[in-house]
């Protein structure tokens, strides 16, 4: 090699290794690459020859990766003690960690779902957290624990470059080709987008996507994902979001669900039953096919169904297919999941996933998806089974103020009794098509929102027999409550002549709850800047910088000596106290508090009609005005909040949603209540939250901690709890 050419080529080297590829391909890749590079007007490298490289397979094709060298660091990290841990607050605010400690367990552990996608980004992140800690230590940290002494030694020979497995460069002017000279690196620039696309079909086979949809008429519609084709007319109007996807040489196998939202005549009682395929999607190019059934109604203008594409069964995108006024089909995106999907022992996949809407009247709509098969239930008798848990729930808050009945208290017992007729009401629609025990058996659920202020009370769902009116307290309630085994074996877990709260699915299920996320939610302010994500990356906590605040009506629990606030500090080192909405959104910039809790009260704005608002000393917050500076500060990955005010999730309109505000505007979990709770309780509640947080016990899913906090307060006689839910992935860790 020229002498003159050994800097630019080492140069495309390192960029080719902080694309996570292994030492051989990057050296073969390296002038490939240069010549192509979309960094700017640099000369092109000559054609020179590529080196064939000798030395021990394992290393060469497996730890000379990037995301192996981050999975070394990561172990290492882990055997320091976390009080020696201290990055620069520099150092912290670059990587949007909380610290040192989470980058190793990320690291360690996670190190597949990230993405190396260039030199300036994630890759020198592992050379600046090695430079830190190896001062701070005043020694190096260890390397990798396998021993390599055996293998032989690196040997360089020349030979031409090979002509197989390297891609061409892309055709000058598509939209993968390389950029002018001068202009802004594209950070994909390695794969093009794939977007879902669909042909309509008739049953001959012949396409009909570009001619308007007959009356009543049969077809086929097939369905793939890739990049846009010519001659495809129905092409989603926004690109399938791959970035969680695990990295995978094979590609990923996808289940598309295909969901009617329209009758085929006015006088059915729904709309056609759903319909679930599988394709597989390569790593790059076009998926496989798959085929539905469609058939509009006599009126094909408004034929309406969602499409719903799926990862582990759980929701990465959902998509309206419709007709527009002359009966053409159209594929809009309607919301975008970032589920954490890398494999991982923590990461399960979701035996149910829900995806719930309301329709065109208000009704409550609900598609089941499990592993095999799907539903979709459309009936206005869910609407009345939720209004009833509602008032129940509200009743038995009321009941609390200031108090904490008994466990067995007669009226929490007629309560739980009551809650219980309804939710083995609406599980046994559910039933109809998917039969009893798959449902019983699930221990991890989804639950996706399609559309903003749709609800469905999952939580309620209760999987014993029906409790008879006189039905009374299991006497092996409390005990199941703490291990979830005595219910197995309890000889009244089948009877209904007793009612058990460990029958309750918020009581028995891990529950992931995510809000709609339509492209419009995705942007932040008026200014149109990209909302910050919040995709799991680690552990949440221990918490550093509390943020308090409370509503007129709740200020007796800010009492400085035995109020909240005081509890709060007896776990977290800095604790703030709110004074109005601006001092908060001043102090979440200045400090970026890891944990939130809110006493609010809700309330709509006397001088704006259905504007909802959130008031905390007197200071009231429209619920246009949760944007992400009352939300998140400069840190990453934003705080834990605790919203427990009057109804702040259950908001029908008027009202709307605070709580998925509150994790739209940048929070990764936000906790809030189904039903109106007393500031006694809220208070109660919170304080015992950060009782279990034990900052010393090993990280656990979030999900399983809340359920854990659930079952426990319950027992103690706290019924607000069964109101509790949560936004938020779910293999986020606390």
């Known amino acids: 090699m020229p002498r003159e050419e050994w800097g630019p080529w080492f140069q495309a080297l390192v960029r080719e290794l902080a694309h996570d590829r292994p030492l051989p391909a990057a050296l073969f890749s390296a002038a490939l690459a240069e010549n192509r590079r979309w960094e700017g007007p640099d000369r092109p490298l000559a054609n020179l020859p590529a080196p064939i490289v000798v030395g021990d397979a394992d290393f060469l094709l497996n730890t000379s990766r990037i995301s192996m060298a981050a999975q070394v660091l990561g172990h290492a990290l882990n055997e320091i003690p976390p009080d020696l841990l201290r990055p620069t607050p520099e150092l912290s605010a670059q990587l949007g960690f909380n610290g040192l400690g989470t980058v190793g367990d990320a690291f360690a552990r996670r190190v597949e779902g990230f993405t190396f996608r260039n ?53 000058p002017g598509s939209e993968d080709a390389p950029a002018a000279a001068g202009a802004e690196p594209h950070e994909d620039a390695a794969l093009p987008k794939r977007h879902v696309q669909a042909k309509l079909l008739q049953h001959d086979g012949h396409d009909v996507s570009d001619q308007p949809m007959a009356p009543a008429q049969a077809y086929r519609l097939r369905l793939h994902i890739g990049s846009r084709s010519q001659g495809v007319r129905i092409v989603a109007s926004a690109a399938l979001d ?41 790593a790059s190019g076009d998926s496989t096919p798959v085929e539905f059934a469609l058939q509009p109604g006599r009126d094909p203008t408004r034929f309406r169904a969602r499409i719903v594409v799926m990862f582990a069964n759980r929701v990465l995108q959902t998509l309206l297919l419709d007709a527009n006024a002359t009966g053409l089909l159209q594929l809009q995106e309607e919301n975008a999941y970032q589920p954490t999907l890398a494999p991982d022992p923590k990461t399960r996949p979701a035996q149910i996933a829900f995806v719930i809407n309301d329709d065109l009247q208000g009704r409550p709509g609900l598609a089941t998806l499990t ?11 869910l609407a009345a089974e939720i209004a009833a848990i509602s008032v129940m729930m509200e009743e038995a808050n009321r009941d609390a103020m200031g108090t904490t009945p008994a466990f067995d208290d007669e009226d929490a017992v007629r309560r739980l009794r009551g809650l219980a007729m309804h ?32 609800f469905f009370p999952i939580e309620f769902l209760y999987d014993g027999e029906p409790p008879l009116p006189d039905a009374t307290l299991c006497p092996n309630a409390r005990a199941a409550l703490d291990d979830p085994a005595v219910h197995a074996g309890c000889p009244h877990a089948a009877s209904e002549n007793h009612v058990c709260p460990a029958q309750f699915w918020g009581l028995r299920k891990c529950i992931e709850r995510l809000p709609a996320r339509p492209p419009a939610a995705r942007q932040a302010d008026a200014g149109g800047a990209p909302l910050p994500e919040s995709a799991p990356a680690g552990r949440l906590g221990p918490f550093q910088r509390a943020r308090v605040a409370a509503s007129k009506i709740a200020r007796a629990q800010m009492d400085a000596q035995t109020g ?19 001092d908060w959104r001043r102090q979440v910039s200045a400090v970026s508090p890891d944990l939130m809790i809110l ?9 704006v009609p259905n504007m909802a608002a959130l008031e905390i000393s007197l200071s009231e917050l429209p619920s246009s005005s949760i944007r992400t500076s009352y939300v998140r500060g400069t840190l990453a990955p934003g705080p834990v909040v605790l919203l427990l005010g009057c109804s702040t999730a259950l908001t029908k309109a008027p009202f709307l949603n605070f709580v998925r505000q509150f994790q739209q505007a940048g929070a990764p979990v936000v906790v809030g209540t189904l039903a109106i709770i007393h500031g006694t309780q809220a208070a109660a509640i919170a304080a015992r939250f950060l009782d279990m947080m034990d900052a010393n016990a090993a990280p656990r899913r979030f ?32």
């Open 599 to 607: 006493l609010p009260h809700s309330l709509i704005l006397a001088d």
């Open 371 to 381: 592993l095999d098969s799907s539903s979709f239930l459309d009936s206005g008798s």
């Open 703 to 734: 999900d399983e901690v809340l359920l854990d906090f659930k079952r426990r307060l319950l027992g103690e006689g706290h019924q607000g709890v069964l109101s509790l839910i949560s936004y938020g992935h779910a293999s986020w860790e606390i």
């Open 119 to 171: 030199e300036e980004g994630d890759a020198t992140a592992l050379v600046r957290i090695r430079r830190e800690v190896e001062q701070q230590q005043g020694a190096p940290i260890p390397g990798p624990v396998r021993n390599f002494s055996h293998a032989p030694p690196v040997e360089f020979a020349e030979t031409s470059p090979p002509d197989e497995g390297l891609a061409p460069a892309p055709p």
């Open 242 to 282: 791959e970035s969680e996807l695990p990295q995978s040489e094979d590609g990923h196998p996808l289940a598309i669900a295909y969901i009617p939202l329209s009758r085929l005549d006015e006088d059915d009682a729904g709309p056609p039953a759903p319909q679930r395929a599988e394709l597989k999607l390569p």
């Open 564 to 582: 909240l606030p005081a509890r709060v500090r007896a776990s977290v080192p800095q604790v703030t106290v709110a004074t109005d909405w601006k």
């Open 423 to 454: 939710g083995s009401a609406l599980l046994a629609e559910v039933q109809r098509a998917h039969g009893v025990a798959p449902l019983a058996a699930s221990t991890h659920v989804q639950l996706v929102e399609a559309v903003a202020e749709a």
